[in-house]
C-alpha cells in the first residue's frame, strides 16, 4: 500500500505567533537543549505521552539533519520557535542552510527488501514525519521554515 504523503503531511496554515523562541548554533551539542524545549511546550500543554513522544520524535530527527545534512558541519544557527492553540501543539524550525524540503523524494521504506537491497538514509525522516498529524515546509526569503504539529485531544 503506497502512502499519499499529500495527505500524511498536508500543508498547514501559518500557526499562531510563538510561545517560545530558542535561538542555537547548529550543532549535535545542542540537540539536548531543543529536545528540552520541545519538552517543556509538550508539557505545558498536557499533551497524552503518546503525543509527546511523536512530537518530540520528529523534532529530533528535523533538527539532526539541519546539523548533518543541512550545515553539513558548518556554522549555522538553528531557530526554534513552538506554541500552542486549542487544536493543536507546534513547533518551527528556521534555518539558512541550503534549500531543502525534507518531503521531496520521500517513500515508505522498501520493507520487503532484505536489508542488503534497501536504501540508505530516509528511514528517519520518514518515520518522524509520518509520526506528527501535520508537517508544512516552506522557503521563506531563502530560508527553510518547516513546521511540525500534533493535535491536542479535546478537552472535556
Known amino acids: 500500500m503506497a502512502l499519499d504523503f499529500g495527505a500524511v503531511m498536508p500543508e498547514m496554515a501559518e500557526p499562531a505567533l510563538p510561545q517560545a ?44 539533519n539541519i546539523v548533518m ?17 486549542p487544536a493543536r501543539v507546534w513547533v518551527r524550525f528556521e534555518d539558512d542552510a541550503p534549500a531543502f524540503d525534507p518531503r521531496q523524494g520521500m517513500q515508505p521504506p522498501a520493507l520487503d527488501l532484505p536489508l542488503a537491497e534497501r536504501q540508505v538514509g530516509g528511514l528517519g525522516v520518514y518515520l518522524a514525519f509520518t509520526a506528527v498529524d501535520c508537517f508544512g515546509y516552506r522557503l521563506v526569503a531563502g530560508r527553510n521554515v518547516s513546521t511540525l504539529a500534533v493535535n491536542r485531544p479535546p478537552s472535556g
Open 21 to 64: 523562541t530558542l535561538h542555537v548554533p547548529a550543532e549535535l551539542e545542542q540537540l539536548d537543549r531543543i529536545a528540552e524545549f520541545v519538552l517543556a511546550l509538550c508539557a505545558e500543554s498536557r499533551l497524552p505521552q503518546d503525543s509527546v513522544y511523536r512530537l518530540r520524535l520528529a523534532a529530533d530527527e528535523l533538527a539532526t
Open 69 to 85: 545534512h543541512g550545515y553539513h558541519g558548518a556554522p549555522g544557527e538553528i531557530v526554534v520557535a513552538g506554541g500552542i492553540t
